[in-house]
């Protein structure tokens, strides 16, 4: 019923630009604050960027601010991320996360994998 679903990802030399889109069905999304992870190879998951529900607040991850941008469209039930000047550290697979914050329910997507390689 729920579904997350990221897509996007891919293979990228460093200094290059990919945006990352997670369209989601079976929630009512606007009640959702939407954040993006990811998790780099032995590494633990990590908080990339998250945007509210209520005011459409972003904070960032601070090895990625200035360089991503988290947005999402709620008549279309998705979220973006927007990665530019993409550094071989920001390899890892990138999840989107749906979280219900007032009845602690979370949502995960898949993950799409990126790939920042020269």
């Known amino acids: 019923q729920v579904q997350l679903v990221e897509s996007g990802g891919g293979l990228v030399q460093p200094g290059g630009s990919l945006r990352l889109s997670c369209a989601a069905s079976g929630i009512m999304f606007s009640r959702y604050a939407m954040n993006w992870y990811r998790q780099a190879p032995g590494k633990e998951r990590e908080l990339v960027a998250g945007?509210?529900?209520?005011?459409?607040?972003?904070n960032y991850a601070d090895s990625v601010k200035g360089r991503f941008t988290i947005s999402r469209d709620n008549a279309k039930n998705t979220v973006y991320l927007q990665m530019n000047s993409l550094k071989p550290e920001d390899t890892a697979v990138y999840y989107c996360?749906?979280?219900?914050?007032?009845?602690?329910?979370?949502?995960w997507g898949q993950g799409t994998q990126v790939t920042v390689s020269s």
């Open positions: 945007v509210t529900s209520v005011g459409g607040r972003t």
């Open positions: 996360n749906a979280d219900r914050v007032t009845s602690f329910m979370m949502y």
